[in-house]
C-alpha cells in the first residue's frame, strides 16, 4: 500500500514539474491604460488623441494594412501569437491628482501591461510616478517637459520632442530669419502658465536667449486657467519686444487673443510654444485673429506630399465612427499615433507582457523614417528613454489653416512677417 502511495506521490510531482516546466501561454490580450483629459478646456484635444490611439488598435488588430508601419499586416500582435489589443480609456481632468489616482487603479486594479498618455506635463509627470513604483512601462507621447526624461527612471520613455528641440528649433528661426530678410531682432517677451510645462519651457527660453544673444525685456507666469490677462498683455504692450513667446494651454491661448486685440497690442512676430495653438479649436474660434501667428510643432499636414502615409492615416482618421465631423488628425493625435505604435511594436518584439522583457524592448526599439508620419529621422531611445530621431517644424496660421514655413528646405509656405496691426485686419 505505501508503495502504491509512493508511486503515486512521484507520478504526481512529476505531472506538476511538467506543467510548471511548459512555456506560459500567450495572453489573448493585451491591455493598455490610456489616460487622457476628456473633459475640461482641452477635451477636444484629450478625444483627439483617443481617437487616435483607437485607430492605431484598430490596424493592429484588424491586419491586412497597405501602410508601411511596424505593425498591421497580420491581425494582432504576430510575437504573440496574434493577440489582440485592449484599450482601458480614462479621464484625468487636466488634474495631476486625478492622473495618479487613475494610474494607480489601472495598474492595480484594471491590471494593464503598460499605461499610455496623458498630454499635459504636469499629469504625466504624477502617473510615471506610479508606474515606476509598479514597474510598469509608461510610453508618452506628447508631454513636452525636459525633466521628465531626467528623473533617473527605468520604465519612462518618450517618443515626441521636448521643449529644449522645440525651443531651439524656434531661436535658429529667428536667426535664420534675420539673415534671410536682412532685419534685426533684440528683444523677447515671454509669458506662461504656472504648471510644469510653462514653468519649464519659460527656463528653456530664457537660457536660449543668453546663448543666441537676445534680450528678455518681460517675463512673467500668470496661474493656468486664468480668467483675466489684462495685467500681462499691459506689461508686454509697454515693453513691446521684437518677438513675443507664449506658453498656453487651449483656453489661455484664446484669452490671450481676445485680450491683446481688446488692449491693441500688435506684437510684430509671434512664437508659441505649441499646446493651445496646435488646438484645431483653437484656430477655428478664432478665425481671422490668429492669421500669422506661428507655433513650433512635430507634425504638419502639408508634408503629404513628402510622406504619402500622412495622407492615407489623415483618411482613416477621420472616418472613425468616434470622429462625427470628420476632423483632420492634427499635431498632438498624430503623436499620440506614433506613440502607440511604437509601444505596441515593442510589445510584439518583447513576444511577452513581462514588464522587464517589454521595457528592453523598447529600449532596443529602432523605427526608421519611412514607417513614421512624422518628420523624423527615426524613433530610437536614448539611456534617458527619449526619441533621438525628434525633428521639430514651424507651422504658421495662413489663410486660416497651417502651414509649414520652417526648416526652410522642408516650407510649404514662405514666412508671414511682420503681423498685420489689429486696425489692418479684414
Same mark, same amino acid.
Given at each position: 500500500?505505501?508503495?502504491?502511495?509512493?508511486?503515486?506521490?512521484?507520478?504526481?510531482? +512529476?505531472?506538476?514539474?511538467?506543467?510548471?516546466?511548459?512555456?506560459?501561454?500567450?495572453?489573448?490580450?493585451?491591455?493598455?491604460?490610456?489616460?487622457?483629459?476628456?473633459? @475640461?478646456?482641452?477635451?477636444?484635444?484629450?478625444?483627439?488623441?483617443?481617437?487616435?490611439?483607437?485607430?492605431?488598435?484598430?490596424?493592429? !488588430?484588424?491586419?491586412?494594412?497597405?501602410?508601411?508601419?511596424?505593425?498591421?499586416?497580420?491581425?494582432?500582435?504576430?510575437?504573440?501569437? @496574434?493577440?489582440?489589443?485592449?484599450?482601458?480609456?480614462? $479621464?484625468?481632468?487636466?488634474?495631476? $491628482?486625478?492622473?495618479?489616482?487613475?494610474?494607480?487603479? +489601472?495598474?492595480?486594479?484594471?491590471?494593464?501591461? &503598460?499605461?499610455?498618455?496623458?498630454?499635459?506635463?504636469?499629469?504625466?509627470?504624477? &502617473?510615471?510616478?506610479?508606474?515606476?513604483?509598479?514597474?510598469?512601462?509608461?510610453?508618452?507621447?506628447?508631454?513636452?517637459?525636459?525633466?521628465?526624461?531626467?528623473?533617473? #527612471?527605468?520604465?519612462?520613455?518618450?517618443?515626441?520632442?521636448?521643449?529644449?528641440?522645440?525651443?531651439?528649433?524656434?531661436?535658429?528661426?529667428?536667426?535664420?530669419?534675420?539673415?534671410?530678410? @536682412?532685419?534685426?531682432?533684440?528683444?523677447?517677451?515671454?509669458?506662461?502658465?504656472?504648471?510644469?510645462?510653462?514653468?519649464?519651457?519659460?527656463?528653456?527660453?530664457?537660457?536660449?536667449?543668453?546663448?543666441?544673444?537676445?534680450?528678455?525685456?518681460?517675463?512673467?507666469?500668470?496661474?493656468?486657467?486664468?480668467? !483675466?490677462?489684462?495685467?500681462?498683455?499691459?506689461?508686454?504692450?509697454?515693453?513691446?519686444?521684437?518677438?513675443?513667446?507664449?506658453?498656453?494651454?487651449?483656453?489661455?491661448?484664446? +484669452?490671450?487673443?481676445?485680450? &491683446?486685440?481688446?488692449?491693441?497690442? !500688435?506684437?510684430?512676430?509671434?512664437?508659441?510654444?505649441?499646446?493651445?495653438?496646435?488646438?484645431?479649436?483653437?484656430?477655428?474660434?478664432?478665425?481671422? %485673429?490668429?492669421?500669422?501667428?506661428?507655433?513650433?510643432?512635430?507634425? &504638419?499636414?502639408?508634408?503629404?506630399?513628402?510622406?504619402?502615409?500622412?495622407?492615407?492615416?489623415?483618411?482613416? #482618421?477621420?472616418?472613425?465612427?468616434?470622429?462625427?465631423?470628420?476632423? $483632420?488628425?492634427?499635431?498632438?493625435?498624430?503623436?499620440?499615433?506614433?506613440?502607440?505604435?511604437?509601444?505596441?511594436?515593442?510589445?510584439?518584439?518583447?513576444?511577452?507582457?513581462? *514588464?522587464?522583457?517589454?521595457?528592453?524592448?523598447?529600449?532596443?526599439?529602432?523605427?526608421?523614417?519611412?514607417?513614421?508620419?512624422? *518628420?523624423?529621422?527615426?524613433?530610437?531611445? %536614448?539611456?534617458?528613454?527619449? !526619441?533621438?530621431?525628434?525633428?521639430?517644424? +514651424?507651422?504658421?496660421?495662413?489663410?486660416?489653416?497651417?502651414?509649414?514655413?520652417? *526648416?526652410? %528646405?522642408?516650407?510649404?509656405? $514662405?514666412?508671414?512677417?511682420?503681423?498685420?496691426?489689429?486696425?489692418?485686419?479684414?
Amino acid at each position: 500500500m505505501l508503495t502504491k502511495l509512493t508511486a503515486l506521490i512521484a507520478s504526481l510531482l +512529476l505531472a506538476l514539474s511538467i506543467v510548471s516546466e511548459a512555456p506560459a501561454q500567450p495572453p489573448k490580450e493585451i491591455v493598455i491604460g490610456v489616460l487622457y483629459p476628456l473633459s @475640461g478646456p482641452v477635451a477636444q484635444v484629450g478625444i483627439d488623441s483617443v481617437n487616435a490611439v483607437k485607430l492605431a488598435t484598430e490596424i493592429i !488588430n484588424t491586419g491586412g494594412s497597405t501602410l508601411t508601419l511596424p505593425l498591421g499586416k497580420t491581425a494582432g500582435l504576430p510575437g504573440l501569437g @496574434g493577440a489582440r489589443i485592449r484599450l482601458v480609456i480614462v $479621464d484625468h481632468q487636466g488634474k495631476p $491628482d486625478v492622473g495618479q489616482a487613475e494610474a494607480e487603479r +489601472l495598474i492595480t486594479q484594471e491590471k494593464v501591461h &503598460a499605461l499610455f498618455g496623458a498630454y499635459f506635463s504636469s499629469v504625466t509627470a504624477t &502617473a510615471s510616478q506610479v508606474a515606476e513604483r509598479y514597474g510598469v512601462p509608461y510610453m508618452n507621447a506628447e508631454s513636452s517637459s525636459p525633466g521628465l526624461t531626467e528623473r533617473g #527612471f527605468k520604465w519612462f520613455f518618450r517618443t515626441s520632442p521636448h521643449d529644449g528641440h522645440f525651443s531651439v528649433a524656434m531661436f535658429d528661426f529667428m536667426k535664420d530669419l534675420e539673415k534671410r530678410r @536682412g532685419l534685426k531682432i533684440k528683444t523677447l517677451g515671454i509669458m506662461h502658465e504656472d504648471t510644469l510645462f510653462g514653468v519649464d519651457s519659460a527656463k528653456v527660453q530664457e537660457e536660449l536667449a543668453k546663448k543666441y544673444g537676445y534680450e528678455v525685456t518681460v517675463k512673467m507666469a500668470y496661474r493656468a486657467k486664468t480668467t !483675466n490677462l489684462d495685467a500681462e498683455v499691459g506689461k508686454l504692450k509697454a515693453a513691446n519686444p521684437d518677438v513675443f513667446l507664449p506658453t498656453s494651454y487651449t483656453s489661455d491661448a484664446i +484669452l490671450f487673443v481676445k485680450t &491683446a486685440k481688446n488692449l491693441d497690442y !500688435n506684437p510684430k512676430l509671434l512664437l508659441a510654444q505649441n499646446a493651445g495653438w496646435t488646438d484645431p479649436t483653437f484656430v477655428t474660434e478664432m478665425g481671422k %485673429d490668429v492669421e500669422g501667428h506661428i507655433t513650433r510643432a512635430p507634425f &504638419a499636414l502639408d508634408m503629404a506630399s513628402k510622406k504619402p502615409m500622412i495622407r492615407q492615416v489623415n483618411e482613416a #482618421f477621420k472616418k472613425l465612427k468616434d470622429n462625427p465631423g470628420g476632423r $483632420d488628425i492634427s499635431d498632438v493625435p498624430a503623436r499620440a499615433f506614433t506613440g502607440f505604435i511604437t509601444l505596441a511594436d515593442a510589445i510584439n518584439r518583447a513576444k511577452s507582457v513581462n *514588464p522587464e522583457e517589454v521595457r528592453k524592448a523598447l529600449v532596443a526599439t529602432n523605427i526608421p523614417p519611412d514607417q513614421l508620419i512624422m *518628420p523624423w529621422s527615426g524613433v530610437k531611445f %536614448d539611456e534617458k528613454g527619449q !526619441n533621438t530621431g525628434v525633428r521639430a517644424i +514651424l507651422q504658421q496660421v495662413q489663410k486660416g489653416a497651417y502651414a509649414t514655413i520652417y *526648416p526652410f %528646405d522642408l516650407a510649404a509656405a $514662405d514666412v508671414m512677417y511682420p503681423l498685420a496691426p489689429w486696425k489692418d485686419r479684414k
